[in-house]
């Protein structure tokens, strides 16, 4: 897969996963899921443990579309994997 195709792929996992959450209620089983999806997924990177603009921890993972020059930016709760905070 060449390095466009790459990025538009992630671009759409992040804003998938940013309408996912917010319509749906995901069971936690699923969230354990996509979590470990997301570990496979290219270009994703673990920032580890951070604190949401509302004062929660949770763990980021980021993307970093260059294409664009935007990072999207994925915090989730450490103990349930619910999605806390999602920003482009």
């Known amino acids: 897969m ?52 509302a004062g929660r921890k949770g763990v980021a993972i980021t993307f970093d579309d260059r294409e664009h020059d935007q990072q999207s930016l994925l915090i989730f709760a450490p103990e349930t994997g619910e999605l806390l905070a999602y920003e482009v």
Do not use: C
Request: proline share 4%; charged share 25%.
């Open 2 to 53: 060449r390095t466009t195709q790459l990025g538009a792929a992630q671009r759409t996992v992040v804003k998938q996963l940013g309408g996912l959450y917010g319509l749906y209620v995901v069971p936690r089983r699923t969230r354990a899921e996509i979590l470990r999806v997301l570990a496979d997924v290219p270009g994703f990177r673990w920032r580890g443990q951070v604190v949401d603009r």
